[in-house]
């Protein structure tokens, strides 16, 4: 068997976005893997046949991460292949450019181009596409420019001396700056090189939908007025008259996806956010398009169109949701799991269709289903009507350490759940050091799939364990609101629960276990070491400190307080400080390890500052490890090179620490 280390993630190939063809023959995907020689992810196309039952590769360049089937039975996907391509793109212009190939074999040639930068296709006949791309309202106008000119203001605006902010957010993680960028929806028509503008740019133009000549879609608006709720709002736009009908005022109410059922009838997800605010899920609905009544079709109390289990051994995207005749299917965490469901929107019942584990894609065809998910020890892999269809990668080679599942009942009589994993080459009655790890979001969960760098600690020598804890998703609106309740009931949980693991496992080294986490795990991690000396090593990850910093300077800081901490430092200074773990760093005894980037612009670096600096300040061993160009997704998609780093000072770190000997 081999072992599982760091260095085991160029190893890994990652399987994600299924989507039938037309005729619902073939079943493409896309599969990604890390590659050391240009530190970045390569990515191609491959075909499972559904007549033959068989799988080929379908593009070999790596540079074939998204794709689309179009009504023809052909594939295009964006890429920059040609010389003149590459050359415009280089010297300042706009576009993108759209390769179509055949599936029945045949090269890849370049089938049109869009005059904007990052667009993505919906097909609206043969020649007619909706196009959805960034537009930056500070980019030069080079009309009538000379050659020289042209490329000296490209060159200036792509380097500037400053930024100008005077937006907000002023920057988005992973997208950088984006006081003056736009979501603008277009009409492209590919034998005439038309483009066409259909929303204003005093809008950011989010998910749409096309039925019948009308545009659906949902737009925030951007105005320069700074609300800590800018909910969006639901649009109807007749392509032919271009008359604008508005379906759901913006900032009025709080709603996800939103498809045409018929062309008279809209069918939503949204919420009256009722019970706990912005923090609710949400129901079904249909809206009748002529009058605007809302009509609740069934009530929900789950995650609609996406999954939360976490892992750091999965890459890409596909489709959460479908809207197909009178059935909608989407995925939903419920307690550790990632299913995929579908509603029936007739009768508003509600059926299950996979199993334990976690579905990340899937598309539906006829009746027939494919899923892109992770099932026992394997990373993502298809599976059409429940059987695998592809062997993307090979776990049974290596030695996955087996996750052991147990609950308890909390000391409010809430049951909470949990996992652990014993050490490669374990032996009963040996004592082992331990490390306890802690979830993000706080919605999210940990389930029973492959989780890599707690593969790596078990490997390395390590129990781990790992927790849901109040807070979590997958266990309805109240077990998942703890909004103005950080570091309390569910710092209670995370104790409890270590108290548990440790009765449990009696050959865990009591005086031997670290604890650590990323996001909301980084800010458990913080709040945790000025609570309690009861950990021997800490490593805090892309954290949160001081909610009243984390407010003014992050991508979500405003809304994200109001949701979390229930107020916000105009209403209750002392409310927001008290949550704030740098207000107890100085009672932190537990040498701590912070991981940081400093393009993280979810949880800024100055969160990961401000406890490294407290906690020398006072006294306390501390490190950090502040990664260049790297956002909030380093663990999960950073550049290769930079997450085996990451991962070596992490496992480093615990090892001087727990370790005996070191």
């Known amino acids: 068997m081999k072992k599982i280390d760091a260095r085991t993630l160029f190893d890994f190939k990652y399987a994600s976005a299924p989507r039938f063809s037309k005729n619902g023959e073939y079943i493409a995907y896309v599969v990604q893997r890390a590659d050391e020689e240009t530190n970045g992810y390569k990515g191609d196309i491959y075909l499972y046949d559904t007549v033959k039952g068989k799988n080929r590769r379908l593009t070999s360049a790596g540079d074939a991460k998204g794709y689309y089937w179009l009504d023809d039975g052909r594939i295009i996907f964006a890429a920059s292949r040609d010389k003149e391509i590459k050359d415009a793109i280089a010297a300042g212009k706009e576009l993108t450019a759209f390769y179509e190939i055949d599936p029945d074999g045949g090269e890849a040639v370049l089938s049109f181009t869009v005059p904007v930068s990052g667009a993505s296709l919906k097909q609206i006949d043969e020649d007619n596409f909706i196009v959805s791309a960034k537009k930056d309202l500070q980019r030069p106008d080079t009309t009538g420019m000379s050659d020289a000119d042209a490329k000296k203001a490209i060159e200036e605006y792509k380097n500037p001396a400053y930024n100008v902010l005077d937006e907000w957010p002023f920057w988005f993680n992973g997208a ?17 090189g038309e483009l066409k503008q259909l929303t204003n740019t005093d809008m950011d133009a989010g998910a749409f939908d096309y039925k019948d000549g009308k545009l659906l879609y949902s737009a925030s608006l951007k105005n320069g007025e700074v609300v800590r709720m800018n909910y969006p709002g639901l649009f109807l736009l007749d392509l032919e008259t271009m008359e604008k009908k508005t379906l759901i005022q913006p900032r009025t109410r709080r709603f996800g996806s939103a498809k045409f059922l ?10 009256e956010g009722e019970i706990c605010g ?8 249909t809206m009748d398009i002529e009058s605007g009544e809302l009509k609740v079709l069934a009530k929900y109390e789950a995650s609609i169109g996406s999954g939360s289990v976490g892992s750091d051994a999965k890459l890409g995207s596909g489709q959460g949701s479908k809207l197909s005749g009178d059935k909608f299917y989407f995925i939903t965490t419920v307690d550790e799991s990632a299913y995929l ?4 929107t007739k009768s508003g019942t509600i059926e299950t269709l996979t199993g334990y584990g976690s579905c990340e894609s899937f598309d539906e065809k006829d009746g027939k289903i494919v899923v892109c998910g992770m099932y026992g020890d ?16 090979d776990t049974s080679e290596y030695d996955v350490r087996e996750r052991e599942y147990y609950t308890f009942t909390n000391k409010d009589g809430i049951e909470i759940h949990g996992y652990c ?4 080459g374990y032996e009963p009655g040996k004592k082992y050091p331990a490390i306890f790890h802690i979830h993000g979001g706080p919605r999210t969960v940990f389930g029973g799939v492959f989780h890599h760098e707690m593969q790596v600690w078990a ?3 390590y129990f781990v364990f790992y927790t849901n804890p109040r807070g979590s998703d997958g266990r309805g609106n109240l077990f998942g609101d703890i909004n103005g309740k950080y570091g309390t009931i569910d710092y209670d949980d995370l104790m409890e629960f270590t108290d548990v693991t440790l009765d449990r496992y009696p050959d865990i080294d009591r005086d031997r276990v670290g604890v650590g986490g990323g996001s909301y795990g980084g800010f458990m991690t913080n709040w945790i070491i000025g609570h309690t000396d009861r950990f021997k090593a800490a490593v805090s990850q892309r954290s949160i400190a001081n909610w009243i910093s984390f407010e003014h300077t992050t991508d979500i800081g405003i809304s994200f307080v109001m949701n979390n901490i229930a107020t916000n430092t105009r209403e209750n200074t002392e409310k927001m400080w008290w949550h704030s773990p740098l207000k107890y760093a100085d009672k932190c005894v537990t040498p701590t390890l912070f991981i940081h980037s400093d393009k993280d612009q979810r949880c800024w670096m100055v969160e990961g500052l401000s406890m490294f600096t407290a906690l020398k300040l006072h006294g306390c061993e501390a490190k950090l490890c502040l ?9 999960r998609s950073g550049k290769p090179k930079n997450r085996i780093a990451r991962m070596t000072e992490i496992l480093d770190w615990y090892d001087s620490h727990l370790k005996e000997g070191k």
Request: proline residues 1%.
């Open 176 to 192: 950088g700056f984006v006081s003056g960028k736009r979501s603008v929806l277009y009409t492209f028509n590919k034998k005439s």
């Open 262 to 271: 018929d062309n008279e009838t809209v069918f939503l997800t949204s919420t």
């Open 278 to 285: 912005g923090n609710q899920y949400m129901d079904f609905y």
């Open 341 to 344: 469901r579908v509603l029936d």
């Open 378 to 393: 394997d990373l993502c892999e298809l599976y059409l009507d429940g059987n695998k269809i592809t062997n993307v990668f």
């Open 421 to 424: 994993m014993k050490p490669a």
């Open 459 to 461: 490997n390395a020598g």
């Open 627 to 635: 990664f260049k160009n790297e956002t909030h997704e380093l663990s």
